[in-house]
């Protein structure tokens, strides 16, 4: 039904850069919110940044460990997400998962979660 097309993962030297970008998709979709978590080998899955609709008021919400060097955007005609990543450290790999939390004509909001994007960094 809803589907989420995450690329942009890979492999990067720390100090470096790396564009995650998700997209939602289906009929009828609404976005009120997207956002990017992380997992860790042997760490729980962790926010790393979200975003509503900063038209309405709403700010972005970033974990205090990326503040400073990531930025997330939202391109609302494209129900997309972009999460610009800089000065990547090696505490930053892990598997990405694109968020969104969605709203169906007639279906109270609920979230959706991609397949997972790596990201691996060396020195």
């Known amino acids: 039904q809803v589907q989420l097309a ?3 993962g890979g492999s990067v030297q720390a100090g ?3 564009r995650l970008s998700c997209v939602a998709s289906g009929l009828g979709v609404v976005v009120r919110r997207m956002g990017w978590y992380r997992q ?3 760490k729980q899955r962790e ?3 979200s975003v509503g609709n ?3 008021g709403d700010s972005p919400v970033y974990a205090d460990s990326v503040k400073g060097r990531f930025a997330i955007s939202r391109d609302y005609a ?3 997400v972009s999460l610009q990543m800089n000065s990547i450290r090696r505490e930053d790999a892990g598997v990405y998962f694109c968020n969104a939390l969605v709203e169906l004509e007639g279906v109270r909001a609920r979230d959706y ?3 997972g994007i790596q990201v ?3 020195s």
Do not use: K
Request: glycine residues 16%.
């Open 113 to 115: 979660w991609g397949q």
């Open 6 to 8: 995450e690329s942009g």
């Open 54 to 56: 900063v038209r309405n």
């Open 120 to 122: 691996t960094v060396s």
């Open 47 to 49: 926010l790393v940044a």
């Open 78 to 80: 494209r129900n997309a």
């Open 16 to 18: 470096g850069s790396l």
């Open 40 to 42: 860790a080998p042997g």
